[in-house]
């Protein structure tokens, strides 16, 4: 499960990935949350204007073992989402003044590390930590916002000794794919998961048998789909520059994770690399 389980959220995110059918009940429950832990399936059911089947069908798309269950996370959604309302993501607006741009970023930033939090899974967390301790080799594969975390996972991992590097475009993505193997790890960042070649590189990859990490928007991407272990982050719906803005902090903040849980459960190996990078970084700043 995730770490803070919030369906309201969970349910923006997924509302226009899902079944014309689902998106009705989705729609409803967004608009009406307040009142929908006092229904039951048929009455959920007439006013999405579907039926109870399609309300069981939703539970199970959602992730829930039943409908109690969904009302449940519903129930206790709510206080999350009443402390929220005074914090909304704020696009940026032509001619803010700068104090309200510092405003709105550094809160869009916090919002998308806290929204997060409640759409990623701690066991796919543990999952992707295990497989980046075995491996020795890792490629991390992203285009744009997403190949700048890329690199920022490269610099963090080569402290660590592992042998890894950061491909940002698609012929050298397709590259390194083809040279991946099984005790190797490919780490594909893209927040909308359907870029065209980040997935050729996922397929050959795949092809390879290699294991492969997605972090990407919570949504029924291809990429989502198609990878061993996805860990989702969960971005603004606002329009302008700073929604890629948030969707880059929440995947560094993913990175970062990652790292520290490999440089953690591996401290007693890794700590001589740390120390000896720390020291050459330390020893050029004083020249």
């Known amino acids: 499960m995730p770490v803070n389980d919030n369906i309201l959220l969970k349910l923006r995110e997924m509302k226009d990935n899902i079944t014309p059918v689902e998106k009705m009940i989705a729609d409803y429950i967004l608009e009406n949350a307040s009142e929908v832990p006092r229904l039951s399936i048929k009455m959920l059911a007439t006013k999405s204007k579907t039926s109870d089947a399609s309300v069981i069908r939703f539970c199970k798309t959602m992730g829930y073992g039943g409908y109690r269950d969904l009302i449940v996370s519903i129930s206790g959604s709510l206080g999350a989402t009443d402390e929220a309302q005074a914090e909304q993501y704020t696009d940026i607006m032509p001619g803010d003044d700068l104090q309200v741009i510092i405003n709105n970023i550094s809160m869009n930033n916090c919002k998308s590390i806290q929204d997060t939090l409640s759409v990623i899974n701690r066991d796919e967390i543990a999952r992707a930590v295990e497989l980046l301790r075995k491996t020795q080799k890792i490629d991390f594969y992203g285009v744009g916002a997403s190949g700048l975390v890329c690199m920022d996972a490269q610099q963090k991992f080569m402290r660590i000794n592992k042998m890894c590097h950061a491909y940002m475009d698609g012929h050298s993505q397709l590259t390194a794919s083809v040279l991946l193997n099984k005790s190797d790890v490919a780490v594909i960042i893209s927040n909308s998961g359907s870029t065209t070649e980040i997935l050729e590189a996922l397929d050959i990859a795949k092809a390879s048998g290699t294991p492969v990490i997605a972090i990407t928007r919570y949504n029924k991407s291809e990429l989502a789909k198609k990878a061993d272990v996805v860990l989702f982050i969960s971005t603004p719906e ?16 993913v990175i970062d994770i990652l790292f520290a849980g490999v440089a953690s459960a591996e401290y007693s190996n890794v700590k001589k690399y740390l120390s000896k990078t720390h020291n050459i970084l330390n020893a050029k700043h004083r020249k």
């Open 238 to 253: 606002i329009t302008m520059r700073s929604g890629a803005m948030g969707s880059r902090i929440a995947m560094l903040n």
